[in-house]
């Protein structure tokens, strides 16, 4: 009996490790939705430097206005009067600081160009992700949802069948399953152990005709067993 269980419940086992890895592929497969979060992080992070380029620009472009208009009062002053070297020395300032200004809008300018486009690009991004995620999103929830009921139905019959083995059986087979990752059994395949190939010996087969045998395998120690039809012959 108790090895009967020891099969049901690896065949469990290996369920719930096929199952596991499902979930976790499906898990990865909601990466989707953390893109998209990164790319609306994104957009607003862009958006917000362009207000700030922009306003930057218009700081620059006041200023221009206001150096243009002091140089246009002094030109008329130096037209209607004679030449003073202090407004000369002004003008010559002022023109200097005009043709700076005027570089730094054009550098602006095209600043502002250039974010305006990434921005573009990334909401055709955003929007682009969004479609995708609403599209795949119910069926991977649907999907996600199944997985954690079959997995609780599972290990719901896991408990019951653990709870029909004595203590130090049960620790036995979860020792084994740890140390062989998942395989705690063994068929025996023309006498031999079907996980190392070792031979095995008549003892072996003696024990097995036992009441209730737990029989390990000499060299790998899984618990070894015979299918139904090959213990009936």
């Known amino acids: ?19 596991a890895q499902e979930r976790d592929a499906l898990l990865a497969a909601f990466r989707e939705r953390d893109a998209l979060r990164e790319l609306r992080n994104a957009r607003r992070d862009l958006a917000s430097n362009l207000k700030e380029e922009r306003g930057h620009s218009s700081d620059l472009q006041w200023e221009l206005d206001d150096v243009e208009l002091r140089l246009r009062t002094l030109n008329e002053q130096e037209r209607d009067g004679p030449t003073d070297p202090l407004v000369a020395r002004e003008l010559v300032l002022l023109r200097e600081r005009a043709a700076q200004l005027e570089e730094h809008v054009l550098t602006q300018l095209e600043r502002i160009g250039e974010l305006e486009q990434q921005l573009r690009d990334i909401e055709q991004h955003v929007e682009q992700a969004a479609s995708a995620w609403a599209e795949h999103e119910p069926q991977l929830q649907s999907q996600l949802d199944q997985l954690g009921h079959d997995l609780e139905a599972l290990q719901t019959r896991r408990q019951i069948l653990a709870h029909q083995l004595p203590e130090n059986a049960l620790e036995l ?5 740890r140390r062989h990752r998942g395989t705690a059994l063994a068929l025996i395949r023309n006498r031999q152990c079907s996980a190392c190939r070792a031979r095995l010996p008549a003892a072996v087969f003696d024990l097995l005709n036992t009441p209730d045998p737990l029989v390990r395998c000499p060299r790998c120690g899984r618990v070894l067993y015979i299918e139904a039809e090959t213990a009936a012959d």
Do not use: E, G, K, N
């Open 1 to 19: 009996m108790r090895v009967q269980v020891f099969t049901q419940l690896q065949h469990i086992d290996q369920q719930l490790s096929a199952l």
């Open 173 to 177: 087979y979860d020792d084994l399953q």
